[in-house]
């Protein structure tokens, strides 16, 4: 097989990255990208976590990815799209069937309709360890090493000299996304919420936590943050939001608990907070406490719970921050 060709989709929508300097201002706190300035060109990768993190259905791998574009073309109309799929064995194994991974069926869906290019990378790494041409281990693993990185690159390298061969405009023009988006509770709408409006009540409080005396590791970036912080099973907050879903962006440590959600007084749900990664990690994620939601201001009450998630060596719960969407 000739190798020379690799599978990547230039969606006639992108045709040529713009590289635009027209100054945005997003109202969202997405501080990590969006907020540094307009975004020209921006690379997605999450099909595997998605899969193997997450183990997301459908539903939520397109509300996500969709979430994503939305987020970024709103941000800056100007700036181009490529999301990457990369791959784990589990996803390898179910390419090698002949199927494709539902992650990456999922991205996909967004991809055309929004008109967003891809990489798939997954299988051009499935193609070529089955025509002997590379091997797992000398691919890298779900962290590649050096060689899977510059595979990538390369594709990405030809994706954009095929974009680039086709006649566009001269000068940079946006991207309309459709009107209609494929899942109309998708996360566009997704931000933090302002910590000054969070009630804590007793065995709550919000400050950095002392990680020396914690079991597990942390890293940099969140050692200094103060969080929001409770272990006391039935210790309560409230918050009030406006949207059709909330949740929390926190660290599940060795010690994490479990919470128990009510939306507007309802009857309470729970939500483990624990993860596999959490074991010797305080593992970042998202946790959703509520989805579709009718539209409008709500209230959460948050408590947690006095039963620990098997495996926990606790009830502890620390917040980042608050979502909502």
């Known amino acids: 097989m000739d190798h020379g060709i690799l599978d990547a989709k230039v ?43 997450a183990g997301h259905a459908r539903r939520e791998c397109i509300r996500g990815m969709e979430g994503i574009v939305r987020q970024v073309l709103t941000h800056n109309p100007n700036a181009d799209i490529v999301i990457t799929y990369f791959v784990n064995p589990s996803m390898l194994k179910t390419i090698e069937a002949g199927k494709t991974p539902l992650t990456i069926a999922s991205h996909e869906e967004v991809a055309r309709h929004c008109g967003v290019s891809t990489v798939n990378l997954a299988k051009e790494v499935a193609d070529r ?30 994706m954009l000299e095929t974009a680039w061969k086709a006649p566009g405009p001269k000068d940079a023009a946006a991207h309309r996304l459709p009107d209609r988006p494929l899942d109309v509770d998708n996360y566009g709408k997704g931000r933090f919420l302002a910590a000054d409006k969070v009630k804590l009540g007793k065995g709550w409080s919000l400050q950095a936590p002392d990680w020396k005396k914690l079991a597990g590791s942390c890293r940099d970036r969140f050692r200094a943050l103060p969080l929001f912080c409770a272990s006391e099973p039935g210790a309560e907050l409230t918050l009030p939001f406006e949207g ?8 599940a440590g060795p010690d994490a608990g479990a919470v128990e959600v009510s ?20 593992y970042p994620r998202t946790v959703m406490f509520a989805t579709d939601l009718k539209a409008g201001p709500h209230m959460l009450t948050l408590r947690i719970a006095k039963d620990r998630p098997k495996d926990s060596a606790g009830t502890a719960v620390r917040v980042i921050q608050f979502v909502a969407n």
């Open 11 to 53: 969606n006639p929508g992108h045709p040529v990255p713009s590289f635009g300097n027209d100054p945005c201002k997003f109202p969202h706190s997405l501080s990590d990208v969006l907020a540094k300035g307009p975004v020209d060109l921006f690379f997605i990768e999450f099909a595997v976590n998605d899969d193997q993190d």
């Open 244 to 251: 059709k879903a909330v949740g929390a962006y926190l660290l």
């Open 263 to 282: 939306i507007d007084g309802g009857p309470f749900t729970r939500k483990e907070l624990y993860h596999p990664f959490s074991r010797g990690l305080h």
């Open 129 to 158: 360890i089955r025509d002997g041409a590379l091997t797992w281990k000398q691919y890298g693993g779900v962290h590649p090493g050096r060689p899977g990185n510059e595979l990538c690159a390369a594709m990405i390298a030809r």
